[in-house]
């Protein structure tokens, strides 16, 4: 008969949940990870008195666990043996590492099922002082020799693959992304070059791996984003790159947030803003924006209005110099003033916000147009703007089918439930009748 498991008992005790709640969680994550569950109180009650979980659960139940208490917990201090990766304190090369995630990515088919889509707060992200001049990315030895050139190549891909991005969704570009990764970038981290070159190869491989892991948010697989973005980081402190480096932790930041994880969110976007050198206008007000929006999605009003302000301050001066970050403009900030109203109960003012964010919007960003004008008619449709909502989501089944984007298609899939009580409604009717000629049936919710 198998021992009670007392370490994972009383962690079980500090949460404060039910065995009910307990199963919830879990089950929460694995429906989050694109792998639904249905444990109830029997099972939980199982594993505390000492019979172990499926390993393909256990991280699920350390992850539930690390959100709830706010801190890491690994394999051991919940009572579970550990697997070789814990074991063991030798970590893979940066550039071994960008291999194996580069080639997970090109074939679904070698992608674990054990977190690879599990966003965890219980990440350990490196400082700036962690990685800041690290070298060990570069493995020399190799006949190639690289130049600047090649240099130039990868960060003319790299844009090239940002706006194939904007334009048609991160499940057309990023396959993309991680073959260019795996069979250009990392052979030209290994290869011989002077150290001004492989430190300029470096921070473009560095902006690569950030894209890539926003592209893999964009599809929900949450997991695979957190590891392209760790070794965004490590590729940025290797080469010096603080403005990559910044950028990734704000990044993460948006994931987080975006998840509901306002503690994480804020943690990561104070981390980005307290490690930006010297910052001009618009990339304060695009650190500035992160950390209102988290701020108010951990009801820190007092915070969230200063950062806000901040931005919109740092924003005019930047909009009266030269576009020196142009991915942050005017549009964006909108777009935050109306998360922070949202989430500080101006319900109204947010919708004006994000009317404001649409009218400012390039008509290239159609992913982003198809996520915002979609949560602008949501709003609207919960201020009773029926009619409103109605158009603002036609303009948004116009764009969609020119997009390939897990976060559209869910937005899509939330469309169809929130319209579907007002269906007596004829213009509700017309939209939803129209949202089935573009929907393919398995978004349709049943």
Known sequence: MASPNESLARLHRETGWTLRQFAQEVNKLGTERGTPLKYREPSVHQWLNGHMPKEAVRPLILEALARKLGSPITHSEAGFPCP??????????????????????????????????????????????????????????????????????????????????????????RPM????????????????????????????????????????????????A???????????????DHLTFCTTLRGMSVQ???????????????AA???????????????AGQ???????????????????EAETAMEKAESQSKTFGSYNPSSLAYHVGQVRYQLGDMAGSVESLKESKRLRPSTFRRTSIRYLSMLAERQLEVGHLE???????????????????????????????????????????????????????????
Not at 115 to 126: E, H, I, K, N, R
Request: net charge negative.
């Open 388 to 446: 409103s909502a109605c158009e603002t989501w036609r303009n948004v089944l116009e764009i969609y089918p020119l997009v390939q984007s897990g976060q559209c298609d869910r937005s899509i899939t939330a469309m169809h439930s929130r319209i579907r009580p007002y269906l007596k409604n004829p213009t509700a009717r017309d939209l939803h009748e129209r949202a089935r000629l573009v929907t393919p049936p398995n978004l349709i919710p049943a």
């Open 291 to 309: 950390q209102a929006h988290a701020a108010a999605q951990q009801g820190n009003k007092r915070m969230a209005l200063q950062c806000i302000r």
């Open 226 to 240: 957190q590891c392209y973005y760790l070794k965004a980081l490590e590729l940025a402190g290797a080469s010096e």
């Open 84 to 173: 070789p990766a814990e074991e063991s304190s030798a970590l893979p090369s940066t550039v071994e590492g960008l291999l194996d995630l580069g080639r997970q990515d090109m074939d679904p088919s070698r992608r674990s099922v054990l977190g690879v889509g599990l966003f965890s707060v219980a990440l350990t992200v490196p400082n700036w002082p962690d990685v800041v001049g690290r070298t060990e990315a570069v493995q020399r030895g190799e006949a190639q020799r690289i130049g600047m050139s090649d240099v130039q190549s990868v960060i003319a891909m790299t844009e090239r693959l940002s706006d194939i991005d904007d334009q048609f969704g991160g499940r057309t570009a």
């Open 256 to 270: 987080a947030v975006d998840l509901g994880q306002g503690a994480e969110a804020l943690r990561l976007a104070d």
């Open 177 to 224: 992304a991680a073959a260019y990764l795996v069979n250009t970038v990392a052979p030209y981290l290994r290869a011989d070059a002077p150290d001004d070159v492989r430190k300029a190869m470096m921070a473009a491989a560095s902006d690569l791996s950030y894209l890539t892991g926003y592209m893999a948010v964009d599809e929900g697989v949450h997991g695979m």
């Open 273 to 287: 803003a307290a490690t930006s050198p010297q910052a001009g206008p618009r990339m304060r007000a695009f650190l």
